[in-house]
């Protein structure tokens, strides 16, 4: 009987990053597609990143970065813990928000932005027909 085979650290170093993108995508509400779209990458590309089993280059993991809003660091695993771990107010607003349609999930992201004067209109809410 053999052995199963052990998992490199390389693999699941991908793994682990896939897992931080998945996160952060999820974190925005943004779907696969949605991520596609904006990255100029296919659907299933990003299905195969996020699930580590795709690798990606340094430019592609900075234009993730830039539109998940997360430093580079923390994406490959060089920052210590996640930037937001530590905020409890925007880990129950994560919580609580998780449940909210994506019309509410956009209409509460632009009153944030209102709130912290960002000045950046969220994407319009997809049209569900």
């Given at each position: 009987?053999?052995?199963p085979t052990p998992v490199?650290d390389d693999?699941?170093?991908?793994r682990?990053l896939?897992e931080r993108?998945?996160?952060s ?7 696969q597609?949605?991520v ?11 299905t195969?990143?996020e699930a ?7 430019l592609?993991?900075?234009e993730?970065?830039?539109?998940y809003?997360r ?8 920052a210590a813990?996640?930037?937001l771990?530590d905020d409890?107010?925007t880990?129950a607003l ?7 349609s994506?019309r509410d999930?956009?209409?509460l ?10 000045g950046e ?9």
């Open positions: 009987m053999s052995e490199r693999e699941r170093e991908w682990a896939g993108l998945r996160e995508r999820e974190y925005l509400g943004l779907s597609q949605e596609s779209d904006l990255l100029g990458v296919s659907r299933p590309a990003v195969q990143i580590g089993r795709r690798k990606v280059s340094t592609e993991l900075r993730f970065a830039r539109l809003r430093p580079y660091e923390w994406l490959v695993g060089e813990g996640d930037p771990a409890e107010v880990q994560y919580r609580t928000t998780r449940g909210l994506e999930r956009a209409q992201l632009s009153f944030a932005q209102f709130l912290s004067g960002a209109p969220p994407p319009p809410p997809r049209d569900p027909s």
